[in-house]
């Protein structure tokens, strides 16, 4: 059974960085692709960026240049770092991803918990 396990939000002043980690519990062979999703209160999950095993990435316009996702395949880990952070990107911060389980093509989707950042002074 897999599971994701996200870490790293907090408190954080505007300006200061942040880098959230998703991490596949359980034996997998590795990300094929992964979106790191935020919703703030009141409002809408946007979409804050995607990476694909393929090696492309896509960010939101809101964070293009402070945010870079990244990928550890030895601890099964994928990243967001956020620098730069301002007070709208408080919000939960969740990440959906697609996993391969085994070489004979088999996968699964979930969610991660969820972790909430907030940004202020």
């Known amino acids: 059974q897999v599971q994701l396990v996200e870490s790293g939000g907090g408190l954080v002043q505007p300006g200061g960085s942040l880098r959230l980690s998703c991490a596949a519990s359980?034996?997998?062979?590795?990300?094929?692709?992964i979106d790191w999703y935020r919703q703030a209160p009141g409002k809408q999950r946007e979409l804050v960026a995607g990476?694909?095993?393929?090696?492309?990435?896509n960010y939101a316009d809101s964070v293009k240049g402070r945010f870079i996702v990244s990928r550890d395949k030895a601890k099964n880990t994928v990243y967001l770092q956020m620098d730069d952070l301002k007070p709208e990107d408080t919000a939960v911060y969740s990440c959906?991803?697609?996993?391969?389980?085994?070489?004979?093509?088999?996968?699964?989707?979930?969610w991660g918990q969820g972790t909430q950042v907030t940004v202020s002074s």
């Open positions: 359980g034996s997998i062979v590795r990300f094929n692709d």
């Open positions: 959906n991803a697609e996993v391969l389980m085994d070489w004979d093509g088999s996968t699964w989707s979930g």
């Open positions: 990476w694909t095993n393929g090696g492309s990435t």
